[in-house]
């Protein structure tokens, strides 16, 4: 019988900590599953989806730039990517037909770890994680959600979808979720980093999160840090919302300890943003 098999999707993926996380929860959950990298660029990427289950594939994570892509080209919506017009999780029925899930947002609750009911929050970037993100904290009663980006039309857009605010600089918060790519190559020193995303402009808010991961914290987890903030790493992020998708596609509780030592353990393998 042929091996079951699941994946992410993204352009470029080699960084994606995803194949050694869900590999180490497939072995837990004793199932002959294989999850792996597939690498495809945007013009081809429904191309390349609508030809997974022919080889077996039974689900697909997807990561930058595909979200949007992978939103318009699924058969079925969830509520969550219906509503936030981004799909991260892909599910293959027995006739081909595609299944969208969005489990970045349940994910970066899960994440979080407390409710955020109440409070107020900031939203750094505008992509489809971005997306996710102040939908999740919408939904889960947020008393304000603002979205800044460095392309202010961008940042008016999304808050316009979603129906957060537009801040034209970030402003105070009691969480605040990057989900911008800077820091990500570890190109730029954490002070200047910093400054580009306006973070040298506010007080740090209760809790931080950031979306990006690295082998080494990044600069939004270090300011967050260095001010006594209580910060939430990019890989535990991607460890919740690999669990939401993992239970979707198996249906059985997904092995939390273990994703998070297998994606803490290929630290070495490079730094990314979601799957």
């Known amino acids: 019988m042929p091996r079951t098999l699941l994946g992410v999707a993204g352009f470029p993926v080699a960084h994606s900590r995803s194949p050694a996380m869900h590999n180490a929860a497939l072995a837990e959950l004793g199932l002959d599953w294989l999850y792996v990298p597939v690498p495809v660029p945007a013009e081809r990427f429904e191309e390349a989806v609508r030809a997974l289950p022919g080889s077996g594939f039974k689900g ?44 970045d947002a349940g994910g970066l609750l899960d994440a979080v770890g407390q409710p955020v009911a109440g409070l107020r929050a900031l939203v750094l970037g505008a992509g489809g994680s971005a997306r996710a993100a102040v939908w999740a904290l919408i939904d889960a009663g947020a008393a304000e959600v603002s979205v ?25 918060a009691d969480v605040l979720v990057n989900c911008t790519t800077v820091g990500l190559d570890g190109s730029v020193d954490a002070a200047e980093a910093q400054a580009a995303l306006g973070l040298d402009r506010i007080d740090p808010p209760d809790t931080v999160v950031d979306l990006v991961y690295g082998h080494r914290a990044t600069p939004v987890v270090a300011w967050g840090r260095s001010h006594g903030s209580r910060v939430v790493e990019g890989l535990e992020v991607l460890v919740r919302q690999g669990a939401r998708s993992l239970e979707l596609w198996t249906h059985l509780d997904a092995p939390i300890e273990t994703m998070r030592s297998a994606a803490t353990g290929s630290r070495g393998e490079g730094g990314g943003v979601g799957p």
């Open 60 to 103: 697909l994570n997807v990561t930058v730039p595909h979200k949007g892509a992978a939103h318009r080209l699924a058969d079925r919506h969830s509520r969550a990517a219906q509503a936030i017009g981004a799909a991260n999780t892909l599910t293959f029925g027995p006739n081909g037909e595609v299944e969208a899930e969005n489990t």
């Open 148 to 172: 800044w980006n460095r392309t202010p039309e961008r940042a008016a857009q999304l808050a316009s979808d979603l129906g957060a605010l537009h801040a034209g600089r970030p402003g105070q």
